[in-house]
């Protein structure tokens, strides 16, 4: 087995926001349309870092 080489793209994607969430800070998936601004303990897996914020919904960088 040897190294292997992966390109990777970052995007950026638009959820449901369960809490006040802050621009710049990491952001937590609940399930598949929303996200919030803990990680519950280590129970939720980090979706990105939160990049703005539009009429209820924000959009975070994967």
Do not use: H, P
């Not at 449901?16 to 710049?24: E, F, L, T, V």
């Amino acid at each position: 087995m040897g190294d292997a080489k992966v390109n990777v793209r970052r995007e950026t994607f638009q959820f449901n926001d369960s809490a006040d969430a802050d621009i710049g800070t990491d952001s937590y998936l609940i399930d598949g349309e929303t996200v919030i601004k803990t990680d519950g303990d280590g129970a939720r897996s980090k979706a990105g870092v939160l990049r703005d914020i539009e009429r209820g919904k924000v959009w975070i960088e994967f």
